[in-house]
């Protein structure tokens, strides 16, 4: 199907284990962002890809691991899971929007449908 | 940082009502949205208005960059509007994107 999916949509998991969060979309949109949303803190970037081999942090990283080896795939890796990951995680993709001023911006973006991830 | 915010952050309006959300921002942008989140939890755009005017049925916004801030209108409500709308925009010279706390609407039939 065409457009921004991820799975699982909905997660449980213990302390200490790890989890990955895939994310698949079909636009080849160069770049692609991993959200959480909780209550009181709206949605927070965690990570972002401008293109395939190209990560950085966002504004909230720590205790998350990232990679684009392939366009279309972006998964979100939680490492060692914590009580404090229990949020909803939102997948979006937007593609290059172009070049001005030295400030590279981008169109707008889509999301995916969220995963629900529960750590006990 | 950019700072965003949003105003109100709850509003409650009959059906039928005419409505207008508010987002401030700090410094300059070259993109701002306008997301309605749904009540099952869907993100859903409805405006990439780094400027100027645009309209969609009965939603429309305004992006007045200079002054910074941006509108969102909702006129005529109905029960499917209710949820929360965020405004997003990018950090100044950089890629990151961060976004409002929203506005929750509630559409009462």
């Known amino acids: 199907d065409a457009g921004i999916t991820q799975s699982p949509r909905y997660k449980i998991t213990e302390t200490g284990r790890q989890v990955t969060l895939m994310c698949h979309q079909t636009?080849?949109?160069?770049?692609m962002f991993w959200y959480r949303q909780d209550l009181g803190h709206g949605l927070r970037l965690i990570y972002y890809?401008?293109?395939?081999?190209?990560?950085d942090k966002g504004e909230v990283p720590d205790g998350y691991v990232v990679s684009r080896s392939k366009t279309e795939n972006f998964p979100l890796t939680l490492e060692s899971a914590t009580r404090s990951q229990t949020s909803v995680y939102f997948c979006?993709?937007?593609?290059?929007?172009?070049?001005?001023?030295?400030?590279?911006?981008?169109?707008?973006?889509?999301f995916g449908p969220g995963t629900r991830l529960t750590v006990l | 940082g950019i700072q965003v915010e949003q105003s109100p952050p709850d509003l409650i309006l009959q059906e039928g009502a005419n409505s207008t959300l508010r987002c401030n921002f700090s410094?300059?942008?070259?993109?701002l949205q306008w997301f309605h989140q749904n009540p099952w939890g869907q993100l859903i755009n409805l405006f990439y208005i780094p400027s100027g005017t645009k309209q969609n049925g009965r939603l429309s916004a305004t992006t007045v960059a200079t002054e910074r801030y941006s509108l969102l209108y909702i006129s005529s409500s109905q029960t499917t509007d209710s949820g929360v709308y965020f405004c997003a925009v990018p950090m100044n010279r950089d890629d990151k994107i961060i976004f409002g706390k929203g506005t929750r609407l509630h559409i009462l039939p």
């Open positions: 979006a993709s937007s593609a290059l929007g172009g070049q001005g001023a030295s400030i590279l911006f981008y169109n707008e973006q889509f």
């Open positions: 636009w080849s949109h160069s770049y």
């Open positions: 890809s401008a293109a395939a081999d190209i990560t």
């Open positions: 410094d300059s942008v070259n993109n």
